[in-house]
């Protein structure tokens, strides 16, 4: 088949399937088989650049397709580092959990014994020194020992802050 003709077909597919983006992508995928990859970029190509122009699309994507290089170039150089980036999520990640959220939450009450701790949150002492291990870790808490007893508080102030404002997101909504 002609390079003119296979266009040609993949144009009257597009517009066939021009309101169901999903739809078009099953179709691309379902012939993809039998043509090359080459009319498959071509597919998509023409939906995105021909055909989503023009559709109404109730779709949570742009309608057109553009770009604003100045704009893009901007946001990419005030982006955090790479390293910030990896600390502050793997910060969030230690957020995520249930258990070590409540400990801080009570830790930004007041500094606490493990066993105080325990007794909050109705855990083990294991569990929760386990769960206090992981926070330290992401230098979320810190700790001082005073004879036998290993007491507990947050590392500073913004963590307080940090549990705070998610519990004001979450609760303005």
Request: glycine share 2%.
């Amino acid at each position: 088949m002609s390079n003119q003709l296979v266009f040609a077909e993949v144009c009257l597919e597009a517009v066939y399937f021009c309101q169901d983006w999903h739809e078009w992508q099953r179709h691309c995928q379902a012939n993809l088989d039998s043509r090359d990859k080459n009319v498959y970029i071509l597919h998509d190509y023409i939906f995105r650049r021909c055909v989503m122009k023009k559709c109404p699309c109730d779709s949570d994507m742009c309608e057109e397709l553009c770009e604003h290089p100045q704009t893009v170039c901007q946001v990419q150089s005030e982006l955090p580092p790479e390293e910030e980036v990896r600390q502050v999520t793997e910060m969030f990640r230690v957020l995520g959990d249930m258990n070590r959220f409540k400990i801080l939450q009570a830790l930004s009450q007041r500094e606490l014994c493990v066993c105080d701790i325990a007794a909050v949150l109705q855990m083990a002492q294991s569990a929760v020194s386990q769960q206090l291990r992981l926070l330290r870790g992401a230098r979320l808490v810190k700790y001082r020992k005073e004879g036998t007893l290993a007491w507990y508080s947050l590392n500073d102030d913004y963590v307080a802050i940090l549990l705070q404002h998610g519990m004001n997101y979450i609760r303005q909504k």
